[in-house]
């Protein structure tokens, strides 16, 4: 019934199904003729895979391991070229960045005889995970607050402060600007059958402007402007704005989350803002850590749906696209599921190296 049921599953290898099959035929009394004919191979194979059920049962239509082609290059071999590729090209003198394998090969050649060829260095490489052609870029934590002020930011996100937990009406808005956005105008023409956006790669330059925004990771709702100068004035024109809502007029706390910019400095953005609204607390995220500010997070979604490949004849027509955009995410605004909590930020933190 186990060979019946292989033979006829949809799944099944097309080699376990035909051995399957000519084991049925055998029990069904057909000769290793026969089973060749129906099953349009030799009477060799036939009898072939009749004896292996014979003298070892199903255990013997499985394939026997094959020892493969011999070794050619020792573990030593395979070691050196190894640390080859975990160096720095300048560390043997090279005029490199980094490595590809060709480099890598051209280096084996100078120490190793015989010495393996590319492809088998780049097998090697594949199977160590070893990639040392790309680049992967990190911020090394400056501030020795680091931890306690990133820390702080996780926990507001996951719903505490201070070791106590939110109340359903704090509110928490993260607030930033993204600065130097271009009117860049160009050909654009639309897609088609087989056919993708077509951009010319020269453009015009028409200006820049700065979006100042903030957003409220409760209600997922963004609420910013658009200025010629990234000013304190103009920054605290926006909070104006935001703390003028009423879930901000009703709210317990309003917590601020921003960076050490200049139109929010510490020095001076935390003072200004308990003077002017005594439910506002306003929290500065460590040097290095904006990718904790979820605003960033929106910015990212408007660069890449909107402002990306677009062609604006003006710094009005930015404006415009800018405003647009906030209205549509405002339509139908969604928080961002934020995850990354206090225990990953130690964990983080656990594997950046040290500054020496």
């Known amino acids: 019934m186990h060979f019946e049921a292989v033979a006829r599953r949809a799944t099944a290898s097309q080699r376990d199904a035909f051995r399957a099959r000519i084991v049925l035929l055998a029990a069904r009394g057909y000769n290793n003729t026969q089973i060749g004919q129906q099953l349009a191979c030799t009477r060799k194979t036939a009898r ?66 015989p010495f393996p060829a590319r492809s088998t260095i780049a097998a090697w490489l594949k199977q160590a995970a070893i990639r040392p052609w790309t680049v992967a870029s990190w911020v090394t934590p400056r501030d020795p607050q680091f931890k306690q002020k990133a820390a ?34 160009r050909r654009k023409t639309p897609p088609g059958p087989g056919k993708s956006v077509r951009l010319e790669h020269q453009y015009d330059r028409n200006g820049a402007t700065i979006y100042q925004s903030a957003f409220m990771a409760g209600t997922g709702t963004v609420r910013g402007h658009c200025v010629d100068r990234n000013t304190r004035a103009n920054f605290e024109s926006l909070v104006e704005e935001v703390m003028a809502d009423p879930i901000c007029q009703t709210a317990d706390r309003v917590f601020w989350i921003v960076d050490n910019g200049s139109v929010h400095h510490p020095a001076t953005f ?24 979820q605003i960033e997070l929106y910015f990212s979604v408007l660069t890449r749906k909107s402002l990306a490949g677009e062609s604006f004849r003006s710094v009005d027509a930015v404006a415009d696209r800018i405003t647009g955009f906030e209205e549509l995410w405002n339509s139908d605004p969604e928080p961002f599921e934020w995850t990354y909590t206090r225990d990953d930020l130690t964990r983080l933190l656990e594997r950046l190296p040290t500054i020496e």
Do not use: M
């Not at 507001?156 to 939110?166: F, K, Q, R, S, V």
């Open 48 to 113: 072939k895979w009749r004896n292996r059920y014979a003298d070892s049962g199903r255990a013997g239509l499985a394939d026997k391991p094959r020892p493969g082609r011999p070794r050619i290059y020792d573990e030593t071999t395979r070691a050196l070229v190894t640390a080859i590729a975990c160096e720095l090209p300048a560390n043997r003198g090279l005029p490199l960045s980094r490595f590809s394998s060709a480099d890598i090969h051209a280096e084996a050649a100078q120490e190793l005889d």
């Open 270 to 293: 935390r003072w200004w803002l308990k003077e002017k609204y005594p439910t506002a607390i306003g929290i500065h995220l460590p040097t290095g850590a904006s990718w904790l500010n």
């Open 152 to 185: 702080r930011v996780c926990d507001l996100y996951t719903g505490t402060w201070e070791d106590e937990p939110l109340t359903k009406r704090d509110v928490i808005i993260c607030a930033d600007e993204k600065t130097g956005i271009p009117a860049r105008s």
